[in-house]
């Protein structure tokens, strides 16, 4: 990875954000980027970022405050930029459901300004993280994330001379970040409580934190050639049992899923798996690669043909997954968080 940073200048959109902060972190630390650029329109996180890294211990490191859905912004702040990592999104499921053409303008069109910029500007690539959630939609907000997903790839059609590579990095909730169950389950044991609520009984869940989110991406990053959507191989676990390891003595109580919330997770579809590949990587993880089904495929998307193809009628659910977590090993992974 370090031939590919080393000396270059890297802009994450939604910089502030669990993500962003995870993996500005991770590139000021272990590699050697010319300039890091946080892009975020959260002033007061913007603010909260810089108190956490002080210029005089990060001298490469910029905040630029913008908001994706400003095009003129994005130019701006594209200018000279090599990398660009797109986390930028409104994602609270309830609100975007009753606010819907917020949702669009951000999560769609957003979208499509930061591929407008980045192609003009001649950005070298851009990794767009999106969501299980985009998987056979059920609510707005994976819905905008599937369109989101299908601008990026065609994207790789419309780049001309310029040869910006665009691809998607695709997972499912993050434990322990900012508005997920553990947080919350913690803090009511905190207060004293000693029944937990719990959606459904049967709910799954992928078990993924932000250093994995990072190394996909930085994967991606290294390994794209244009179109692709990458999937990290994850373990599953339940909610009832994640519930027992943050607090063995507490009971549960069924609340009901909650409007446009799955039972299940699902990273890779049927559809998906049957032009898809399983790669096992050097840093030992492995992942999932969606290659790209249009005319755009680019002369190097061969390199993936050489990879094991996935088994016919495969898909990547977290209830169907062969891979699965106990109450102690999730005991063990929430301590380390």
Not at 36 to 57: A, C, G
Request: charged residues 30%.
């Amino acid at each position: 990875m370090v031939d590919i940073l080393e000396g270059k200048t890297v802009l994450v959109t939604g910089g502030t954000g669990s993500f962003g902060k995870k993996f500005v972190k991770t590139l000021l630390t272990r590699f050697k980027p010319k300039k890091v650029i946080v892009f975020s329109r959260d002033e007061f996180k913007h603010y909260q970022m810089q108190r956490k890294f002080p210029k005089e211990n990060y001298p490469n490191l910029r905040f630029f405050l913008g908001d994706i859905r400003d095009k003129e912004r994005l130019y701006r702040a594209f200018e000279g930029v090599d990398y660009v990592i797109h986390a930028a999104a409104l994602k609270h499921v309830p609100i975007l459901e009753y606010n819907p053409s917020e949702a669009v303008k951000t999560n769609i069109y957003g979208a499509q300004n930061i591929i407008n910029a980045a192609i003009d500007q001649g950005v070298k690539k851009v990794i767009a993280l999106s969501t299980d959630k985009a998987v056979n939609p059920v609510n707005l907000y994976g819905a905008t994330k599937l369109a989101m997903e299908k601008l990026f790839i065609a994207a790789n059609a419309y780049t001309g001379s310029k040869e910006t590579i665009f691809a998607v990095v695709r997972y499912g909730n993050v434990v322990g970040s900012r508005g997920s169950v553990i947080p919350f389950f913690k803090e009511l044991v905190k207060k004293g409580e000693k029944v937990l609520p719990i959606t459904d009984e049967r709910m799954t869940r992928f078990w993924i934190t932000l250093e994995e989110g990072v190394e996909t991406v930085l994967f991606a990053l290294r390994e794209s050639v244009g179109g692709e959507i990458f999937v990290p191989y994850l373990p599953s676990m339940k909610v009832v049992d994640l519930a027992k390891a943050i607090c063995p003595c507490c009971g549960y109580k069924i609340i009901g899923i909650r409007p446009g919330e799955k039972l299940h997770e699902t990273l890779l579809s049927e559809e998906e798996s049957m032009h898809s590949v399983k790669v096992k990587a050097d840093n030992g993880r492995t992942y999932f690669v969606v290659l790209p089904q249009f005319e755009f495929e680019t002369k190097n998307i061969h390199k993936w043909r050489e990879f094991e193809s996935l088994p016919e009628g495969f898909i990547f659910r977290s209830d169907r997954n062969d891979w699965w977590l106990s109450v102690d090993e999730l005991r063990k992974l929430i301590r380390e968080i």
